[in-house]
Every structure is written in C-alpha cells, then in structure tokens.
C-alpha cells in the first residue's frame, strides 16, 4: 500500500498462473512500488521454444530498471519516460532475436501503468489488456491490438462475433520480431474507490466483461480477489497462461 497525495492509498496486487494446460508460464509482471506510487505491466510472451517467457522478461526487466531509476518530476516527464523504457525494451528484444533462428524468434504483449498519486499514464503493444473499475462498472481501457480488434474498431465485427472468429489470437502489433513496437499512450486520472485491472489474454478470453465485475464487486482483499479470478479460469480449463494485476484506490 503507497500513501499518494492528499493521504489517498494505492492497493495492489497481482495472480500468475502457468494454467492446467501450458508447460510453464510465458507471462511476466511487475508490480514495482514507488514513492507515490506504483509500476505496473503484464507482458504474455510469444514465439517457440520457450523464447516467450525470454521476450516477456526482458520487457518487464526493462521497464523496472528504466522506470525503478526516477520517474520525473512533472507528469510530462512521467509519460515520455514510460514510452521511452517501452522503446527500450523493443530494441533489446530485437537484439536478443538477432542470432536466432526464425523460427524463433520471439515477441511478446506489454501493457504497463505508471500510477503517481491519482494520475495513470498507460502504454500498451498487443492483446493484453487494462481495464477501468468502479463499484458497479468495468471497462476496457485498451484497444486489442490483434486482426479481431482491428476489425471491431473499424466496425466490421461485433464483440460476440469476435468471440468465435478463427483469427482471434492473431496479433496486429506486439514488441519483438516482425511487430511494429509502437505504443499507444494515454493518460488517466482514478477517482476515489476506482480501480485499474491489467491482465493477459487468459483472463480476458475466458471470462466475459460482466463475469470479471462480478468477481471483483464480491469484496474483500485485493490479492484475494486476483487469485479469485485466476481460479475462475482454471475451473474452465485453464487452457492459456492467466496474469492478474489489480490496483485500487480507497474510497474516501
Ligand atoms: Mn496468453
């Protein structure tokens, strides 16, 4: 817990789980606390023999080094300082590729959120995913960065559609190999009792957006409620990687 301004707290916590299926778990996390505040990221790794638990790795790694050092004293600084450690990651990740074979090669997700006192500036390449939550609500932040999310931004496939369509697990854009690293950036203010949810596609492909609310609305302590959704996923099989980040500030 991180006292922010104004003696508002900041809760975190966060749930990783290989899954019932995967031999091991090629998600990466961090949950980094700061002075006034937290970095926190979700990386789901990509490419064959393992190099995706390397790519999520190094993007995470990447990010509390460049991120653990200072974060700037204006929250224009703080913004360019995140997409500057996402570039960074982009090109070790490239580097760590270079002599290896193409088929693998590796990429990986990232979404990350730099919460300093009430204020959130968000980066995020691929398909995991950050949503906003309050008492009663839950949205997403983010936009899927995969062929099916295209689709649905420019009108073409509803959300139910999406569900079922063969492509959905194909990414648009990732850090790593052949992916264009570019991330979109926006900036977020949380409102007191509001909550941020960073999570891997293990979540987010099993559970539906009302399903996820009715979990995180059933109270109690935030690390309880991240394993709850974890566990959620496993009881349908657990097929994917699940990673679970949850931040929250106090009510009051
Ligand atoms: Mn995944």
Known sequence: MIKCEGMKTVQ?????????????NEDSYCLLPLEQG???????????QLQGEVASGL????????????????????????????????????RASEDQPPQSRM?????AVLVWDLEAHVAHVGDSRLYRFGSATLRQVTRDH???????????????????HPQRHV????????GDGTPDTLRLTLGAGEGLLLCSDGLSSQLSDAEILEVLTQGGALDELA????????RRGGSDNTTVVLIRTDRE
């Open 227 to 234: 394993w709850k959704l974890v566990r959620t996923v496993n």
């Open 107 to 111: 990429g990986t997700t990232l979404t």
């Open 146 to 164: 995969s062929v099916v999310g295209e689709m649905i931004g420019r009108g073409e496939l509803s959300p139910d559609q999406a569900e079922h």
């Open 171 to 178: 990414l648009s854009r990732w850090l790593g190999h052949g």
């Open 38 to 48: 937290v970095l926190a990221a979700v990386a789901d790794g990509i490419g064959g």
């Open 59 to 94: 993007a995470i790694r990447t990010l509390e080094e460049a991120l653990g050092q200072g974060v700037g004293a204006t929250s224009e600084e703080r913004g360019r300082r995140l997409e500057e450690a996402v570039a960074l990651a982009q090109a070790r990740i490239l």
């Open 12 to 24: 975190f916590s966060v749930a990783s789980d290989r899954g019932l299926v995967r031999a091991t």
